[in-house]
């Protein structure tokens, strides 16, 4: 083995080792890892600025910026309080609403945002029926996981996939919609059979949730209006992507900027939104990948990959769902997939090309978003939404949630197996 | 002009060993904002404000503003069962720290700590060279003052 090579290797372990441990802040360990890449000779300045995917990077900080100032209107209270009385109070009805509810903005917002949205609500509903969150909790938290998959703009994996493979937002509903759709009903219908048939509460309690008045979560109609219209734009430029020719960072920051522009939110406020974390964890991890990838590692990782599945491509499709859902369950999937993309590109050449290795995108996709349903730290709307009702005083024990969730993020990757079989193979 | 030139000086107070619920009646019955929490020597050790109470009533989730606005919702029947149990406790449990100057301190100080944007402070509490209690500046004392001219 060269000696780059090993130091490369060397950095890349400390810094899953280092993000595993949890001790620092992520953004904080990739930055350093990348630091020491170059400092180390690696790579250069201009390599670790090549490695960065700009497009990745703009397409997150602009729907940050846009979902900044619509959560601002109230717009996200009005439809999750809409859909509990649609239901008229009743208790299974509202967990299946607002999983659903959960499920669709996640596939629009990032997955974070929309549980930071839905669980205070939901504790409030909760309150105000006096009964248990934490099933409605658990069911939020895998909807948003599994909603979340289904769109190029739901979870971060689809982003970088996406930009990292030139795939459009409707490449991604597409491809995805169906093994989604299937995973969020044969999921309810679990729910519903174990625990959703037996929720039941008295007549004044669903009286007390018809008394809610989802009106009044509406607080600026004309910021409202504008919010609408940008966001409508802003889809509209995603579905018309592939003939506009524009990429997914163009659509987003130019729909940020005109968001900004015709609303006259205070822009402190509204950057103070950005998750700046997660972007400096991101360009950090696209440079200790560069790293490993110049060194050579990525290119041994990939004919070892090769070697196992023997390289026929439904054995590597299902190597890679799997694998990438028991590992997105432990650890975070964001330095996975940012691991794997330069990998699957280079086994593309050897498996026939990039057309030909689509189905391994899919499963990649697939893995790494619902994976992160497998334990508490799967995903950051787990923790995310566990700290809120933490705070309240409901603890979401990692043990009680891995017992109910594990199983069902099986059976979404055994869903995905199919589908992936059938679809592609 | 200092602290001492604008405080007042009578001001009601409760000692440990003090409910919730006496310290609430006493509150609602001299009609302020704040009770402070002396020891038998009047030294200050907190403080017992109505903003506070409410605070520590409410869900996590809305006084923290992860909900901001409940406009929407009607009453939380959570509310009253939870002031139920926090009225049985002692004031020394449910106080909070309370903004304590000496009473030497130019009214220019006094004026930033009520200013600051952030900080939300109601009244501060004035207290000599051994930590105790002496009198108690609300914004409008200094507003009093700077209409008289000084």
Request: with cysteine; charged share 20%; net charge negative.
């Amino acid at each position: 083995m060269k000696t780059e090579l090993l130091i490369a290797t060397g950095v890349f372990i400390g810094v899953y080792i280092m993000l595993i441990w949890d001790r620092f802040n992520r953004a904080v360990v990739a930055l350093l890892g990348a630091s020491i890449m170059i400092f180390l000779g690696i790579i250069n300045q201009e390599q670790a600025i090549e490695g960065v995917d700009f497009n990745t990077i703009g397409l997150l900080v602009g729907m940050m910026v846009i979902v900044a100032v619509c959560r601002e209107t109230g717009i996200f209270q009005y439809v999750a309080i809409k859909a509990a009385k649609l239901v008229k109070g009743d208790p299974w009805g509202i967990m299946f609403m607002l999983a659903w509810v959960t499920a669709v903005f996640s596939a629009f917002l990032d997955n974070v945002t929309t549980v930071l949205l839905i669980v205070p609500l939901t504790l409030l509903i909760t309150e105000e029926m006096e009964i248990s969150p934490y099933p409605f909790l658990v069911v939020e938290i895998i909807s948003s996981n599994i909603g979340g998959t289904a769109t190029l703009i739901g979870d971060p994996p689809n982003i970088m996939i996406g930009s990292a493979v030139g795939l459009t937002f409707m490449d991604f509903v597409r491809n995805l919609i169906i093994p989604v759709l299937l995973v969020m009903v044969v999921t309810l219908f679990i729910i519903y059979v174990f625990h959703g048939r037996k929720m039941k509460v008295d007549e004044s309690v669903r009286e007390r949730i018809m008394s809610f008045d989802e009106r009044e979560a509406l607080k600026d109609s004309n910021l409202l209006k504008k919010s609408l219209f940008v966001l409508a734009i802003v889809i509209l430029g995603f579905v018309l992507q592939h003939r506009l020719h524009l990429e997914a960072a163009t659509i987003a920051l130019s729909g940020a900027a005109l968001l900004l522009l015709i609303t006259d939110n205070d822009i402190h406020e509204t950057f103070a939104h950005v998750e700046w974390t997660t972007i400096f964890f991101f360009t950090g991890l696209f440079v200790v990948v560069k790293g490993i990838e110049e060194a050579g590692l990525i290119d041994r990782m990939a004919r070892w990959l090769m070697e196992w599945t023997g390289g026929d491509l439904f054995t590597t499709a299902v190597s890679i769902l799997w694998g990438s859902a028991i590992l997105s369950a432990f650890v975070d999937n964001i330095p996975f997939v940012a691991t794997m993309i330069p990998l699957l590109k280079k086994m593309g050449v050897e498996l026939g090309g990039t057309d030909a290795i689509m189905p391994l995108w899919w499963a990649l996709s697939l893995g790494a978003c619902l994976g992160g349903n497998g334990t508490l730290i799967g995903a950051s709307a787990n923790v995310v939404a566990a700290g809120i009702a933490e705070r309240e005083g409901y603890r979401v024990g990692f043990k009680e949630f891995l017992m109910v969730a594990f199983p069902l993020m099986i059976i979404s990757i055994i869903i995905s197996t199919f589908y992936v079989y059938v679809w592609y193979f | 002009m200092k602290a001492s030139d604008i405080m007042t000086r009578d001001v009601t107070t409760v000692r440990p060993g003090t409910s919730l619920r006496e310290a609430c009646e006493i509150l609602c019955r001299a009609g302020v904002r704040q009770v402070p929490v002396v020891d038998d020597s009047g030294k200050i050790l907190g403080v017992l404000t109505a903003r506070h109470i409410l605070s520590l009533i409410l869900p996590r989730y809305i006084s923290e503003g992860q909900l901001k606005d409940v406009a929407f919702a009607p009453d939380l029947p959570l509310m009253y069962q939870r002031f139920e149990n926090l009225a049985k406790k002692d004031v020394v449990e449910v106080m909070e720290e309370s903004v304590v100057i000496r009473d030497t301190i130019s009214v220019l100080e006094v004026a930033t700590i009520f200013a600051h944007e952030r900080r939300h402070v109601e009244a501060i509490l004035v207290a000599d060279g051994d930590g105790r209690l002496v009198g108690i500046i609300a914004p409008h004392d200094v507003v009093r003052m700077l209409k008289r001219g000084g």
